[in-house]
T-cell receptor, first 114, second 110 residues
Framework: KAGVTQTPRYLIKTRGQQVTLSCSPI?????VSWYQQTPGQGLQFLFEYFSETQRNKGNFPGRFSGRQFSNSRSEMNVSTLELGDSALYLC?????????????FGQGTRLTVV | QKEVEQDPGPLSVPEGAIVSLNCTYSNSAFQYFMWYRQYSRKGPELLMY????GNKEDGRFTAQVDKSSKYISLFIRDSQPSDSATYLCATDTGRRALTFGSGTRLQVQP
C-alpha cells in the first residue's frame, strides 16, 4: 500500500515569491492535514481538510492557505514568502471514520527561502 | 508554557538497554496519544497510537498513558542502534490537529 506522497521534496524560493506544495494521501484516506516543522518551534499544525472543506486551522497567518480536491489530494500555498518560512512542510492523512486520528505522514517538502 | 512538554535529550544508551521516553501535557481535552519516530531528513513514522488511559504493547515498544497525571510514556526494550532517531509524542482532542512535543533525540550505542 502506497504511503503519503509529497512533491516536490526540495524547493528553494526567494523572499516575496509564492510556493505551492502537493500531497497525495494514502488510498482511502480522506482527511489531510498539514504541519510545519522547524528547529525552533518543532512540529506545528497548519490546517486540516476533509471532503474539500477546511475543518480546522492552526495559528498561522493568512499567507498560508490550502485546498483539497475531490480525489482527496491536497495543495498548500504560501504567498509572500519570508525567510522564517524556511521549514520542512509535512502532510499527514487519516481515515475519515469516527474520531480516530491515527495520522500517517509523508516524507515532507523542505522549503528554503533565500 | 507549551501544551505538551518533552525532554529534548539527547539520550544515549548502550545497545540492549531499556529506554524510557516521557511527555507531560496540560490540556485535559486530549484523548488520543501517539508516538512517532523520525529519522534525520525523513517524515515522522507512527509507532504507537492509544486512546485514553492504559497500556499498549507492540513488539519491543510499550506505550503508557496516565490521564490522571497527564503523563505519556514510551518504553523500548532491547534497544538497537537502528532505534537511534528522534521520538515525538503527540496528542489530539479528536479534531485531527495534533499537538506535538519537541522530540527526544535517542542514540543507541553499539
Amino acid at each position: 500500500k502506497a504511503g503519503v506522497t509529497q512533491t516536490p521534496r526540495y524547493l528553494i524560493k526567494t523572499r516575496g515569491q509564492q510556493v505551492t506544495l502537493s500531497c497525495s494521501p494514502i488510498s482511502g484516506h480522506r482527511s489531510v492535514s498539514w504541519y510545519q516543522q522547524t528547529p525552533g518551534q518543532g512540529l506545528q499544525f497548519l490546517f486540516e481538510y476533509f471532503s474539500e472543506t477546511q475543518r480546522n486551522k492552526g495559528n498561522f497567518p493568512g499567507r498560508f492557505s490550502g485546498r483539497q480536491f475531490s480525489n482527496s489530494r491536497s495543495e498548500m500555498n504560501v504567498s509572500t514568502l519570508e525567510l522564517g518560512d524556511s521549514a520542512l512542510y509535512l502532510c499527514a492523512s487519516s481515515l475519515p471514520g469516527g474520531p480516530n486520528t491515527e495520522a500517517f505522514f509523508g516524507q515532507g517538502t523542505r522549503l528554503t527561502v533565500v | 508554557q507549551k501544551e505538551v512538554e518533552q525532554d529534548p535529550g539527547p539520550l544515549s544508551v548502550p545497545e540492549g538497554a531499556i529506554v524510557s521516553l516521557n511527555c507531560t501535557y496540560s490540556n485535559s481535552a486530549f484523548q488520543y496519544f501517539m508516538w512517532y519516530r523520525q529519522y534525520s531528513r525523513k517524515g515522522p513514522e507512527l509507532l504507537m497510537y492509544t486512546y485514553s488511559s492504559g497500556n499498549k504493547e507492540d513488539g519491543r515498544f510499550t506505550a503508557q498513558v496516565d490521564k490522571s497525571s497527564k503523563y505519556i510514556s514510551l518504553f523500548i526494550r532491547d534497544s538497537q542502534p537502528s532505534d537511534s532517531a528522534t521520538y515525538l509524542c503527540a496528542t489530539d482532542t479528536g479534531r485531527r490537529a495534533l499537538t506535538f512535543g519537541s522530540g527526544t533525540r535517542l542514540q543507541v550505542q553499539p
